[in-house]
């Protein structure tokens, strides 16, 4: 079809595919500059590529409409409709479309970015996730969820399938998501597509809140994509379902009329917090069910809080004394405190004023035992305060401030010399290691949508 007829490049590719009807698309090119590399999934719209740019040398994924849908004028609208949803929605969470193509034989298609990892639904195969990775990929779908409902869409076929988890890398250490498939959204103010009462019940069953499952299309909200989330939290705790039954029609009534699964009873160390969070999203009942996905975010995260961060970090004094240590601290710098300053060249020869107070008294010697008295007195002070300030000078190391003078004396020095003593041991001590390690070692509880947090091995599942 399409750029298959451009250019033939690479058909080397295209006997790849093996055995069971190649698809003709793969080795082609599409419009002149996309070479079609290998599929990288299927869904219930569409089929998505990998494709090379052939001037940028670099991949890209592209989407087309399945043939089965190309001649429905709703589907083509819809999937219309997506591109633009998804190129509306830029949101790191989110995935970013990059262009618009119509293969040759009509079908549309567009292209976005490549994703390199796995969806959710593949990463559930090995099983449920530990809390960490659990934490991570909730908030991260979540906050791609809250800036959707605020900019009007609702993106109603929310499931694994449609959450894509690329490697560590892209998401620096930890799980990067990319929410995916706007293919069946609704936009706040936008007239509807689906007019065919066949077509009002839309998404997928398991993950279809009540009012969806009713086919209630004006029923569905916001709220909509809460359930679904309720849902996926679930079957990421678990693994399981919480509407497991096997039928479809089952399911939905079980949805429409009946109670989820026991989260805890699948997942003994669910925290109440989050399995109570978990059951306000799935309720029918309107004064408890969670509507809101920043409410649900939050909630979840608050839930989560205790078993979302890796193990409690060896020393869990990442910050225990550094602040104030950082002021206090005379050691770490030549410029600890403020009191030695005050008085920053006394030993050698007195000060100038000091000086002329000993002339004056000298001059008293003259006229009597008095004066000499005097004299002696004043020249014993200076000796001794000029010993007193040496140790708080920042070149001095701590031993030289245990013979500090008796803290009777003067109140500011006293001040700044008495805390060092003793303390300054404790906080230059730490600075070689475990200062330094515990900085590090905690990673956020929960990454911002920025999401870059620490890399760090999730701790394992407790059964
Ligand atoms: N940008 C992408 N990069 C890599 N893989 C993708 C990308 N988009 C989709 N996929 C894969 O293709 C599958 C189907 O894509 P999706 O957009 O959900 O299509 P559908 O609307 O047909 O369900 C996804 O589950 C995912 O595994
Ligand atoms: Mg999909």
Redesign the pocket.
Known sequence: MTGALDGGVGDDTATDAGPPAPDPLLGHVVGGRYRVQRE???????T?YEVLHLGLGKTF?L?KLSPEWAHDAEALARFRREAEVVARLRHPHA?QITDWETLDDGTPAFV????AGQ?LAARLEQGPLPWPELAQIADQTMSALEAAHRAGIVHRDLKP??V?IEDADAGGGGPFVKL??F?VSTVRGEKALTSRPVDRLIGTPAYMAPEQANGDAEGVTPATDVWAMGAMLFEMATGELPFPETGVMAVLYRICHGRPEQLRALRADAPTAFVEVVERALSREPGRRIVEMSVLRREVAGALATVASPSPSPSPSPSPSPSPSASTNPSTSPSPSPSPSPSPSPSPSPSPSTRAIAGGRRRWLWLGLAGLLALTASLVIWRWRATARSPVKASSPPASLSPAPSPSLAPGLAASVSPSPSPAAATVSPSPSPSASPRRSPRPRIPVDKGKPPRKPPPPLTP
């Open positions: 990288l999934g299927q869904g219930g719209m569409g998505v994924a989407k995935v976005m970015e490549h994703l969806d399938g449609n894509f995916l498939d293919g």
